[in-house]
T-cell receptor
Framework: AQKITQTQPGMFVQEKEAVTLDCTYD???????LFWYKQPSSGEMIFLIY??????QNATEGRYSLNFQKARKSANLVISASQLGDSAMYFC????????????????FGKGTKLSVKP | DVKVTQSSRYLVKRTGEKVFLECVQD?????MFWYRQDPGLGLRLIYF???????EKGDIPEGYSVSREKKERFSLILESASTNQTSMYLC?????????????FGPGTRLTVL
């Protein structure tokens, strides 16, 4: 079974509008972290935002916010006021387990969502 | 700023050649990772290393090996390149430990095997 599921292979959004990119995850470990990365056409992966499983509040970083619904195991990325430069692939990723017990900080990635911002 | 560099952005090799992909990070990170990225499959972990001379297999290690002789450098080796290894290869590094610590990625190497 997939650990990270991104159900939207591609999405369009009008410039200046908000957009939500979906991510659901599967883990039985109570300790985990969720990450979102952006990959522009240049290829480099850019870290956007992090949410820990014990964090009480949803993470925010500028125009990015993470809609964390623990019971539903979802960690959707919300981009407010979309810009043309937001056009890119977006990846959701999870780190699970206690550090030092095998994982060594590995990330498990979803298959990504391609976001296209229209002028 | 953390900098992760990869030796080539684009590489073209022939089937059967031995291929070296080099990755260097300048932030004294303990962890280093090699991924391959294919359309529709996301990023898949090939190998990772949490210390000099230490390595662990990821999800798809077959056909690859790695070397970490110095903390800042992590090499991916294709012993005998095949056409199904045509892909984008991404290197990453991170601090250890730290649950929060994100991975910092290099620009990627797009490898074509003919």
């Amino acid at each position: 079974a997939q650990k990270i599921t991104q159900t939207q292979p591609g999405m369009f959004v009008q410039e200046k509008e908000a957009v939500t990119l979906d991510c659901t995850y599967d883990t039985s470990d109570p300790s985990y972290g969720l990450f979102w990365y952006k990959q522009p056409s240049s290829g480099e992966m850019i870290f956007l935002i992090y949410q820990g499983s014990y964090d009480q509040q949803n993470a925010t970083e500028g125009r990015y916010s993470l809609n964390f619904q623990k019971a539903r195991k979802s960690a959707n990325l919300v981009i407010s006021a979309s810009q043309l430069g937001d056009s890119a692939m977006y990846f959701c990723a999870m780190r699970e387990g206690r550090l030092g017990m095998g994982s060594q900080g590995n990330l498990i990635f979803g298959k990504g969502t391609k976001l296209s911002v229209k002028p | 700023d953390v900098k992760v560099t990869q030796s080539s952005r684009y590489l073209v090799k022939r089937t059967g050649e031995k291929v070296f992909l080099e990755c260097v990070q300048d932030m004294d990170h303990e962890n280093m990772f090699w991924y391959r990225q294919d359309p529709g499959l996301g990023l898949r972990l090939i190998y990772f290393s949490y210390d000099v001379k230490m390595k662990e297999k990821g999800d798809i290690p077959e056909g690859y090996s790695v070397s970490r002789e110095k903390k800042e450098r992590f090499s991916l080796i294709l012993e005998s390149a095949s056409t199904n290894q045509t892909s984008m290869y991404l290197c990453a590094s991170s601090f250890l430990p730290g649950f929060y610590n994100e991975q910092f990625f290099g620009p990627g190497t797009r490898l074509t095997v003919l």
